[in-house]
């Protein structure tokens, strides 16, 4: 199947190829782009192992990269590309960055900030959900199961199996 460059399914998959990087650190695997007039401006994965900062979730190192390669702190212009959709902390820094546009593959149905019921975006910031999600889904799904899988293996318990 061939996919129309500079699409938002193009873009996500870009966003995959992050959350693979992430994936194989041993990271939550969610990859994000920021994209300015189809230009790649911006690419992150989660760190928050590596860096032991529990805010280093994949789209604040990408806003923070997008604002060092533009020379502002304003987005308003691009799109954030991310493979899980933002927590309320990443959907509140979006909104200061004023993204215009924040496009996600899998939705959060524990953490996501649409949950949230509130309007934490910029009011012209525009959404589209479910880009990729089920590839978006599957990778987060076969790192935990890795995960559980290993956690079996050294004896550790399982949170809520007690």
């Known amino acids: 199947m061939d996919i129309p460059v500079f699409s938002d399914t193009w873009f996500m998959n870009e966003a995959l190829k992050e959350a693979r990087a992430a994936f194989d650190k041993d990271e939550i695997p ?3 782009l920021v994209v300015c007039n189809n230009i790649t ?21 990408a806003f923070t990269a997008a604002a060092t390669a533009l020379g502002g702190k304003f987005l308003q212009e691009c799109t954030l590309y991310v493979t899980l959709e933002p927590c309320v902390m990443c959907a509140g820094a979006a909104y200061w960055t004023r993204i ?3 496009v996600w593959g899998a939705s959060d149905e524990k953490r996501g900030f ?17 880009i990729l999600g089920n590839e978006c889904s599957t ?10 899988k ?12 007690n």
């Open 30 to 32: 969610v990859g994000a």
């Open 41 to 61: 401006v911006a690419r992150a994965h989660n760190l928050t192992e590596t860096l032991n900062d529990v805010t280093a979730h994949a789209e604040m190192q």
């Open 150 to 161: 290993s956690s079996r293996n050294n004896g550790d318990i399982e949170p809520g199996l």
């Open 139 to 148: 990778i987060l799904k076969e790192f935990f199961r890795t995960k559980r």
């Open 114 to 130: 649409t949950l949230s019921g509130e309007r934490v975006l910029h009011p012209r910031t525009k959404t589209t959900g479910g």
């Open 100 to 102: 215009g546009r924040i």
